[in-house]
């Protein structure tokens, strides 16, 4: 180990180093390793100490060598470029036994277009097909960022990998929170700069808005889980089981509503010229056809939907991309420079992004804005300052676009396409010297990374989406000094996203420690948020905790844990009212009465307290549904994000409990009440879930159960009173039961 420490590799580097070279020298067929190493000085270090041992031809009989290759900026293919070498060494290959090849240089991709990277990562998915041709041993160096694509968007690489070896280096990666005590404060108080101009509020909005391109910051994505669409519908749609007490999840699929930053008109001067009355649309822009496929498809698509604009007297007289067009077509004509055709490509890409961030959302528009600012990073020098901006806010629009489809097969592509655009735009930026842009960027990776894991991966995928939100918050810190300082929002609303995202991945793993993690982000968040000033975000947050906690009452001290998640209920229900967010209100209602519910089982041995939890519970899920009753009246109802038919079954549960506790002080007349009220309730859950077998046979078994207990409670007049209540359909079911 002398050699290794002349060139001073750190302890744990020696440790990872001595692996690599066992993996070599085994001479294992087809071996595909990844070096992670984000340190330039190291990792050559590291290469050439490599070299030195293994180099070819071997100074040792015991491995066949090691060719170190950089790899082709003009044909960025691994497995074509070691075919290469030995067409040029054809001695090697009939030798028998061929050597290693470490590739080194794939981080200068950072420095090239979009489309050479996304070249090089589409060659590693044809590595099943290449297999054949790869005899030898192959070891990628990358750093952090390019592990992150290739994983993401190599998937048929990644799970050929043999092995992965990570060495240490600066920048690091990101810091992970260690304890509960000090998950938030403690991991970002020496590491902040200052962060984008952004709107971070928290409340949901169905239209996000993107900013105009001349904006140094691109689009933040806001999470407003679990709140508003995944804990509650979480929370809500559980059965309460009358025997386990435990919660059973509707299988239903949640939403993720994100919120970007909404801005003012840009600064940008656009030509108000339009296209003569005689001007043929189909037959125009020949010249701009013949560029390339993407350039061909974008005219397709704004000559259809300006088509039908106009047909249908809606076209923008202010403003015509056609007159963008024609402008583009006489520089193709000519001899056009880069910049005028980044220019008018960009002029292009935000007329439509305004049209979006108006609330004109289209798949054919949000397809037309990547388009065009896909032609403008073709135009754009290599380490233009803009890159990074135009590639978070293609990522953005892949996102967005990914919304308007409901196959996951089919989202899921350009979710992929999101992600590599993000860490693209990250290869293409420096963290120490762009804080507010970098820290803008993770946030907006960690909200695709947890959407993705909505349909693939999802342990793995949170765990990234964490990743991304704590190296966010490295980079921002809040003004103590102004609570209402953009900086301070941005650093709350991240808090808020690492909270979801701890709460979401302790759905899969780890759940006590995701948890605590969760409920010491929320914590920390609520720092931030005056509840007078901001009441609907401070009482989404307080909600987000009620969660946490009735979560974490499922693993450890419900009596604890339980009174703390209604606390934080109730105090949410104080900010949010239905009147001022009545679906927000409703879904903390049915919040409140599950975790009332769940409090009176852990006292059945004190009636007094379980009649009391048990009551107060009702009252909840009652106003919850008065409210969704409200809600979902008319031709357009709102949207609720939680199982309305779950809740009027737990209703029903609460009842029924209510009437059979054998030490009940209730009179005969009062359970009477209690069974018929617990009867309609199972009844309302069981015509609503027709269609799901698996609720339906719940909701069928409470009906029956209920029947039963007014026989005991009040003989066979009770039990006939509960029949007459029964639609006559469901009586041959019923009867043979009973």
Avoid at 5 to 29: D, G, H, M
Avoid at 216 to 222: D, G, H, L, P, R
Avoid at 494 to 518: D, R
Wanted: charged share 20%; aromatic share 8%.
């Amino acid at each position: 180990m002398t050699e290794i420490a002349a060139i001073k590799i750190s302890p744990k580097n020696r440790q990872v180093l001595q692996r690599l070279k066992l993996v070599l020298s085994l001479e294992l067929r087809r071996c595909i390793g990844i070096a992670v190493c984000d340190d330039l000085p190291v990792r050559d270090k590291l290469a050439a100490y490599l070299q030195a041992e293994f180099g070819y031809p071997p100074s040792i009989k015991k491995a066949a060598g090691l060719v170190s290759l950089r790899l082709n900026m003009r044909h960025p293919d691994p497995v074509a470029q070691i075919g290469h070498w030995l067409g040029q060494h054809p001695a090697v290959k009939n030798a028998g036994t061929l050597p290693a090849f470490q590739i080194l240089g794939i981080e200068n991709l950072m420095r090239e277009q979009p489309a050479l990277q996304w070249t090089f990562l589409s060659n590693l998915r044809e590595i099943e097909r290449n297999l054949p041709n790869l005899e030898a041993n192959l070891l990628l160096w990358v750093t952090r960022p390019w592990l992150r694509s290739i994983q993401d968007s190599a998937p048929e690489f990644w799970n050929w990998r043999t092995a992965i070896f990570e060495f240490e280096g600066e920048p690091k990666p990101a810091t992970t929170f260690e304890t509960p005590s000090n998950t938030i404060s403690s991991a970002t108080a020496s590491q902040k700069k200052t962060a984008p101009q952004v709107n971070p509020t928290l409340n949901k909005n169905p239209v996000p808005s993107l900013p105009p391109a001349k904006q140094k910051s691109a689009v933040e994505t806001v999470i407003n889980l679990p709140t508003d669409a995944e804990i509650e519908e979480e929370l809500s749609s559980f059965i309460l089981d009358d025997f386990t007490a435990d919660l059973e999840p509707a299988k239903t699929e949640t939403s993720q509503e994100t919120e970007v930053k909404q801005t003012s008109e840009p600064a940008i001067q656009i030509s108000a010229t339009s296209h003569p009355p005689d001007f043929d649309l189909k037959s125009a822009f020949t010249t701009l056809k013949q560029q390339s496929p993407e350039i061909s498809e974008l005219v397709e698509l704004i000559v259809a939907t300006t088509t039908q604009e106009i047909a249908a007297g809606a076209l923008n007289h202010s403003y015509s991309p056609i007159s963008t067009l024609q402008e583009i077509e006489q520089l193709y004509q000519q001899t056009p420079s880069n910049n005028a055709l980044a220019s008018a490509y960009q002029i292009l890409g935000d007329n439509y992004r305004f049209r979006i961030e108006r609330g004109q959302i289209s798949p054919e528009y949000l397809i037309i804005a990547i388009r065009a600012y896909e032609q403008m990073l073709e135009y754009l020098e290599p380490h233009s300052p803009q890159s990074p901006d135009i590639l978070n806010d293609i990522a953005n629009l892949y996102w967005m676009l990914s919304r308007y489809i409901a196959n996951p097969e089919q989202k899921l592509p350009y979710l992929d396409l999101a992600i590599h655009c993000y860490n693209a735009a990250l290869m293409n930026i420096q963290a120490a010297e762009n804080a507010q842009s970098y820290a803008l960027i993770q946030n907006n990776l960690g909200a695709v990374y947890g959407d993705i894991a909505r349909y693939r991966h999802p342990a793995q995928n949170l765990q990234q989406s964490v990743l991304s939100y704590q190296e966010a918050l490295r980079y921002r810190r809040p003004d103590p000094e102004n609570p209402e300082a953009t900086t301070t929002k941005q650093y709350a609303a991240t808090l808020n996203n690492i909270g979801t995202a701890y709460w979401n991945l302790a759905q899969h793993q780890q759940p006590l420690g995701n948890l605590k993690q969760s409920i010491s982000a929320y914590n920390e968040a609520l720092r931030y948020y005056h509840p007078e000033k901001q009441p609907l975000d401070f009482g989404m947050l307080q909600n987000n905790l009620g969660t946490a906690y009735w979560n974490l009452a499922q693993y450890e001290n419900p009596q604890e844990n339980l009174p703390q998640a209604i606390k934080a209920y109730e105090i949410a229900l104080t900010y949010r009212t239905p009147e001022n967010n009545a679906a927000g209100c409703a879904a903390t209602q049915n919040n409140l009465a599950t975790a009332y519910w769940h409090l009176a089982s852990q006292t059945k041995a004190n009636p007094k307290e379980y009649s009391q939890f048990l009551k107060k519970s009702i009252t909840a899920y009652e106003i919850a549904l008065a409210i969704a009753a409200e809600l979902t009246k008319g031709n357009q109802p709102t949207r609720l994000t939680f199982d309305i038919f779950a809740a009027h079954n737990n209703l029903g549960l609460a009842h029924y409990q209510l009437a059979t506790h054998p030490q009940t002080e209730l009179q005969k007349p009062q359970k009477t009440q209690h069974l018929e009220t617990a009867l309609h309730h199972h009844l309302q859950a069981l015509q609503g879930w027709q269609n799901q077998p698996d609720f339906y046979k719940t909701a069928l078994n409470f009906v029956i159960q209920t029947i039963r207990a007014s026989y005991t409670e009040t003989g066979i007049s009770g039990q006939n009173l509960a029949l007459s209540k029964l639609p006559p359909n469901l009586l041959p079911e019923i009867l043979p039961k009973l």
